[in-house]
């Protein structure tokens, strides 16, 4: 080891960050991923849900009852009508970690924000940070940059200026680089909002969110006629649910706690699933198998924790144990009066178990028939490359597999991934159309039936192998069509893995700019001629027609840490059947005049 050169240790290298500092320089302890805004878990949504719960806090301790918030050019702001912050403290409060009422729960006994962290982390991110508190006549406004004070001012407002906080801010392009707001993806968390809050009005770019019967009506949103009854609904002091059934496969769950979206679930979920099984069986005096009762449930659940604990700092999940017993015991007793009071529903509720339990058992004599199938392919599933970790491993929540058409794009993957999270998938070409088949056609289809293996969600999407499922096909038409495919088999079997998101389109470059000293990948025409520009008139320029082409040092670029996923959303569940209906199935006269008018374009799902 002769000639090898040691780092000094010693008192100089020892550094104390301020507290903003320490954000800045560990971003993804405090608002996990950073991102451009192309996925609604990115960074700069979860600043701004930070300012909307704290403003939703003051609703829910009963002062104000409307959130005004608009965007322009990348400028949040935020205006609540509540009691402001304390004027003596509103520079601590967005700038000091650990400084706010959150603590104190005869102030706040329901709150989200309870790490104190919320707005300072916005505040440390934001090239542009100001916060105004209006409180009987007087205010009192900070402005920071990037975690700095820059000016601090007293006053007295206009007469008739109402009590409550606004907050401004821009996100440091330092921090999250080029990034941009989805609309869509905010106006879907201001109706959540207005779901949980019933009676709070909230207004995006002047458009009003408002719901009168919460719950209820999030999921006459989302399935409309496509329920098969009537929505189940209630209400207590801390938990509220709303359930119903439609005759697609598989559930799905819409779950919160105090306001917030828990994404993965948590105990709150799973003891609200127990105490629905409970209750059913308890009032038909039966014992059905859970399967049986929750086959097609769709649901929403949301409950209120005094001091939940969740298992990361973006809350996407609940682990309190101790709450499970009492919403146990709420669910079971309160789907108990529910059925007993509607007979009609609760006849058409039995008929569904009943269908679901003629279903299953028709399933398990086809998995029988391919039982020897399985056994044969449990060591080695065709064209199935593993990866060393998976779901439920220390970092398995990094993993992911990508699906491939064809060996090309399969071995250019395969040579430039990473063999500890990211596994292959390679489809022989275009997969069978499985639109409007019964789940037993799976296990008749090899190919589909070998992924359905290779994910591990044959008896319980709960034991999904990846975080991430990634549909990686050609940006041409066949390429369009093997997508979608995939995707009516997502939204055909597994609805829940989109709704839950985890499946994925990958997003490769169309195009290779390059001279001598410089190369750029490009993912639209318009970044093309950019990078074009840039290089000057003796650039090269490829454009890639498959995966296949992208050589294996190249490809690396993009599977890696800079990966471009575009997840797979749908905006209600009541539009899936007519989607897949209009795309995958009989080739009608309207689908056919689509096709012609617009050859050449996107058509995926």
Known sequence: MAGKKVSVYDESKIKTLSSLEHIRLRTGMYIGRLGDGSNPDDGIYILLKEIIDNAVDEFIMGNGNRIDIELKNNLVKVRDYGRGIPLGKVVDCVSTINTGAKYNDEVFQFSVGLNGVGTKAVNALSSHFK????????????????GKLLSNREGKVKEGIKNGTYVEFTPDTEVFGEYEFNHEYIQKRIWNYAYLNAGLTLYFNGEKYYSEAGLLD??????????????????????EFAFTHSNNYGENYFSFVNGQYTSDGGTHLSAFKEGFLKGVNDFYRKSYKSEDVREGMVAAVSVKVQSPVFESQTKNKLGNTEIRQWIVNETKSAVVSFLHKNSDTSKILEQKILTNEKLRTELNAVKKEAKEAARKIALKIPKLTECKLHMGDKGGENTMIFITEG????????????????AV????????????????????????????MALGIDNDINNLRYSKI???????????????????????YFEELVTSGRVYILETPLFRVRNKKETEYCYTEEERDRAAKKLGVQAEITRFKGLGEISDHEFGQFIGKDIRLSPVTVDSLQGVPKLLSFYMGKNTPERRNFIMKNLLADVDA
């Open 470 to 492: 990634v549909i990686a096909t050609d940006a041409d038409n066949d390429g369009f069509h093997i997508r979608n495919l995939m995707l009516t088999f997502f939204l055909q």
């Open 407 to 422: 060996d090309s794009a399969a071995g250019t993957i395969k040579t430039s991934r990473d063999v500890t999270y990211q």
């Open 131 to 146: 916060v105004i508190s209006i409180r009987d006549g007087k205010f009192s406004e900070a402005a920071f940059s990037k």
């Open 425 to 452: 998938f390679s489809l022989r070409g275009k997969p069978e159309n499985m639109y409007g088949k019964k789940r037993s056609e799976i296990y008749k289809c090899a190919e589909m039936f070998n992924l359905m």
């Open 218 to 239: 999030l999921l006459n949103a989302e399935l409309g006629s496509e329920a098969l009854y009537s929505t189940g609904y209630y209400k207590g002091n801390q938990l």
